[in-house]
Every structure is written in C-alpha cells, then in structure tokens.
C-alpha cells in the first residue's frame, strides 16, 4: 500500500473536468486550478485542489514540494497506433515523396504487406522488446495509455504472435497498452480465398482465442478499396459484436464509407475520416462512435486533415491519435500532431487537449482515466511553465519534465 502523497504546488492543474464529451469548445471551459495539489494513494486521486488547503486538511504522510512553475495535464491517451511491427518502410516514404502514391506503393508490393512479410520474420520475444521501446519512447513525452493493433499477422497463428506479444508488452511498458485486433487490415497475399472466407477463417479460428487468453477485446477492420468491403465486413463485424467485442473501424481514409458501417455496428471509434464528405460527418455527429483525426497519417503521407473543425462544430467527438505505424505515419509524436491538426484545423486548445485526454480516454472506452478527479488513476504529465497554452503553442517540442503514472513518478527529465 502506497503512502498518501501530496505532490505540488502546481501552477496549474488543467483537469479536463466537466467539459463534453461532444462537439466544440473554448478555452473558457477549461477548468484550472491555480496553485494546485494532487493527493494520489497507490493508484489513484484521492484529492484535488489547493495545494495550501490540501497540505492543511487531508491526512498526508509524504508531501512531494515542486519548485519553480510547473502545469500539470491528464497523462496523454493515444488512442490508435500500430507500434508492434518488424522491419522499416523508409523506402516507401522515399517512393512516396518522390511521386508515388500510397495504393500504387501498395499495388506494387509495398505498403502493408511490406510489413507483414517483416512482421512474419520478426519472433514473439522481438516484437515485445521492440513495442516495449517504442511505448516508453511515447511515455516520455507524456503519453501514460497507448492503443497498440495487431494487424502485421494476417493469419490465426501469425495474428496470435503479434497480440500475445502485445500483452507481454503490456506487463514491462510503462504506458499501459490497449489491444485491438486488426486482422482485417487487408486480404493477405497469400490467401488463395475470397475477402468474407479471409475473414470467417479469422472469426472462427481466432476470435475465440481473444476471449480464451484475454489477448483483446477490440476488433478492427480496414474498410477501404485497397481493403475490405461493407459487405465483405458484414458477417465480421455481426459475429465480433454477438460475442460482446468493441469494434472500431479505419474508416473514409481514402474514400468515404466506412464511417457508416461504424455506426452501424455501434462502434466505439471511426479513425481517419480524412475522406469524410458532410454526409458522413453528419453521420457521425449524430452517433454516439467518437471520431478520431490521424494527423500522423496525413503528415506522412502528404493528404489532407480530418475535417476537424467541421466534425467538432456538427457536434461530433473528437479524438486526435498518432496513428504510428512504419509506413503511412512514422513520425509518431502525438502532442506535435495534435497541436499541428490545431493550427491547421483552427482548434482551440481546449479541443486539441479534450481530443487527447478524455475524448481520447471514450475512444478506449476506458471510464477510469483522462480526466484529474477524485477517484481517477493518478495518471499525468507535467511541464515546466507558468501557462498551459505553452503545450501546444511549442507544437511538441515542450517535454514534460515529469511523467506519473498510476500514481508512479515513472519519468523525471532530470534524473
Ligand atoms: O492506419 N490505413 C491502414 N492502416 C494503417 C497503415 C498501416 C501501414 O501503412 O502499415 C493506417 O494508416
Ligand atoms: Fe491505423
């Protein structure tokens, strides 16, 4: 049992409480405490407030004394990555900027499959270590919960390589990883069948693997030309949904569609949207599937952004993701994406900071975290300055100079 602790004072505590979870909002809603503490027992908050009045009322047995200007914000949720991966697609993105489009790349053997073929030569253990990496590179830069998807597998057996080196993964990284299963990221080239016998090969052999060993409990899909159909996902997606998944979609990526077949199936999240027309955006404002902009994939590969701004003002959810992966969105810096898609997208702080905290937090369908309350994980990052508009307005190149993380100093820039 961890000792009741009172870490402060903060100059501000930006605790996302009590803002919606749908549609725009200004900077006036922001809730923030000045001078503020945070008392955190083992995981948890036990109390937020002022840090004098805390220090005065509450039964603390260590106090933990910032020196110096510091603004505390919700640990940053990410709520879609691909971080486990074998091998490099530098190549592509060379190919990419010198002419080539994303599918052609694909058509031509790149793209995905590139991956996968990697992915397949890469064992368990490697993929461990290298998604351990990544997720504490990420950790560093404020990032407490990532999403990570399997999806470089594309067969039972390679899929089940990927997801139990995830949840492997999960045990040392010190970000907790969320697993989704993408096996319908697109027909493997070496499936000799149709996209729907791809899939109910998927359904039958490894969705029950999933529930057996508790490898997931999201399942995603690739609804796109280049990969799969609404009604080649119909019976995926039907079957997923009886036996009680959450489904997300990679949706309207290149063009519209997908975004539909979420809500459809009542799925948690619909990603990408960089194709969404005002139908879908209407579509989705009026559903309760939170919309999450990839601006790392439209940084990688040179396309438009998610209509952001036009989303958040129908009344839509809005979560921002990194999207990392090796090929379309290699950068994987979330809080420089976020502020970038802000500035481009004309997205108030209090939206960009919403869509990566507690939006982002819905998109996990995790309850327990991306808010600073009572109850919650003491989960967050802190940065040295008097002001939190110095977050995004630094695009990414503000770090925090600390990292808590279920109620764990687990990364302090001056040690
Ligand atoms: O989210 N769009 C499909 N899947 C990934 C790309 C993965 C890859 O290129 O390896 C994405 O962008
Ligand atoms: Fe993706």
């Given at each position: 049992?961890?000792?009741?602790?009172?870490?402060?004072?903060f100059k501000q505590i930006i605790t996302m409480t009590g803002m919606p979870l749908k549609g725009a909002v200004k900077d006036s809603e922001l809730h923030i405490i000045s001078d503020g503490g945070i008392l955190i027992t083992d995981s948890t908050i036990t109390k937020i407030g002022g840090f004098e009045s805390l220090k005065k009322t509450e039964k603390i047995e260590e106090t933990i004394t910032l020196k110096g200007n510091h603004v505390c914000v919700p640990g940053f949720i990410d709520a879609h990555t691909h971080i486990c991966f074998g091998g490099s697609r530098a190549k592509d993105y060379a190919m990419r900027n010198a002419g080539k489009s994303y599918l052609e790349i694909a058509h031509a053997g790149g793209g995905i499959?590139?991956?996968?073929t990697q992915t397949r030569k890469a064992t368990q253990v490697e993929l461990t270590k290298s998604t351990i990496k990544l997720a504490n590179r990420h950790l560093k830069n404020g990032t407490t919960t990532i999403e990570v998807k399997s999806g470089y597998g594309l067969t039972v057996k390679e899929e089940l390589k990927m997801l139990r080196a995830i949840k492997e993964a999960n045990n040392s990284a010190?970000?907790?990883?969320?697993?989704?299963?993408?096996?319908a990221h697109m027909l493997p080239k070496d499936f000799s069948g149709t996209e729907t016998e791809y899939l109910a090969e998927?359904?039958?052999?490894?969705f029950p693997i999933l529930k057996a060993e508790k490898l997931a409990n999201r399942i995603d899909a690739f609804i796109e030309e280049s990969a799969f159909s609404s009604q080649d996902i119909k019976a995926y997606f039907e079957k997923a949904y009886d036996m009680g998944f959450d489904i997300t979609v990679h949706a309207d990526q290149f063009t519209p569609g997908g975004s539909k077949v979420a809500v459809d199936f009542k799925a948690i999240s619909a990603d990408h949207l960089e194709a969404s027309t005002d139908n879908?955006?209407?579509i989705l404002a009026n559903s309760d599937t939170i919309a999450v902009a990839l601006p790392g994939a439209s940084i990688g590969l040179g396309c438009d952004f998610t209509p952001a701004r036009k989303l958040l003002d129908a009344g839509a959810a809005l979560a921002i993701a990194s999207d990392h992966n090796p090929g379309s969105a290699p950068m994987g810096d979330l809080l420089t994406q976020a502020s970038i898609l802000g500035t481009f997208e004309k997205l108030t702080n209090a939206e960009v900071l919403?869509?990566?905290?507690f939006r982002a937090a819905?998109?996990?369908?995790?309850?327990d975290r991306g808010r600073l309350e009572e109850g919650l994980l003491a989960d967050f990052a802190v940065f040295h300055s008097d002001n939190y508009q110095d977050i995004l307005y630094n695009q990414g190149n503000l770090k925090p100079c600390m990292v808590w993380k279920n109620g764990n100093l687990v990364f302090d820039r001056h040690k």
């Open positions: 049992m961890k000792k009741a602790t009172l870490i402060g004072p499959w590139d991956t996968v010190l970000p907790d990883l969320i697993t989704t299963c993408l096996a998927i359904a039958d052999g490894l879908e955006i209407e919403s869509g990566i905290t819905a998109a996990l369908n995790l309850s």
